[in-house]
């Protein structure tokens, strides 16, 4: 499995962190059940998902990721940074 | 250094010593490939401040006469190198930074934090294929190309400064580890004849 670092290019699995899946971000003052579904509720699809990779022994970029589950093919992948703003 | 029981602490400050990352460890001749300690000078990790990437460049190159490096890429000047070193992060190489870029970047002053050496030699890439996950023979990774990537489980900075010449850092810490991961390479290499 390759994933192509916006800043590096191709780069081998080993090269990141799977850092968990990319979600919003809750409102800091929402409700308990709304920040439980945010740290623990996942829907766990057989097919593409949004997930947050930091290309740790390469240039430190955390990046959103569109991965297929089922298949590991690498859909989309933008900084983390720009996903955001 | 040992501190001499009794001593002012003055004379005993006097005996102190620098010692380079590699002392003892290195110069290394195997096959036809020389691994060789590079004397950094200082080292200072440049990250600019949100919107003033170009005021930056423009100081760096006026200074230094080198601009802010694009990624996988580095500036060689007399006396001195800049090399991009990851996302938003350039390294600048043997002079300290100008005063003059302290308002638009964050200057940290790294020197003795990194192992810097050289390898050298017809076919260096083969020795570092052992090593290293990526492509750096010449026709794809060219002179003045330079990455951060993984060398034996080691976060590296890899730059091909010549022909046939790759700088490679690594923490000051693993120093000895690299030494030992590229002459294990090189003699495996040179092996094969
Ligand atoms: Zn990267």
Known sequence: ?85 | MTLREGAPVADAMMELTETSPCAGLLPLRIGGWALEEVPPGALTLIAPYKGQEQALSAALEAVHGMGFPAPNRSHAAREASLIWFGRAQALLIGPPAAEDLAPLAALTDVSDGWAMVRLEGAGAEDVLARLVPLDLRPQVFEIGHSARTELKHMMASITKVEENAFQIMVFRSLARTLVHDLKRAMEAVAARG
Not at chain 1, 21 to 42: I, Q, S, T
């Open chain 1, 1 to 85: 499995m390759r994933i192509c670092c916006p800043l590096c290019g191709a780069r081998d699995r080993r090269e990141y962190s799977y850092r968990g899946a990319a979600l919003p971000l809750p409102d800091l003052a929402a409700d308990v059940e709304v920040w439980h579904a945010h740290v623990h509720l996942r829907q766990n699809p057989a097919g593409p998902l949004e997930e947050l990779w930091q290309h740790e022994m390469g240039c430190g970029a955390w990046l959103k990721v569109t991965r297929n589950t089922a298949t590991h093919e690498i859909l989309a992948v933008t900084l983390a940074e720009e996903a955001c703003a």
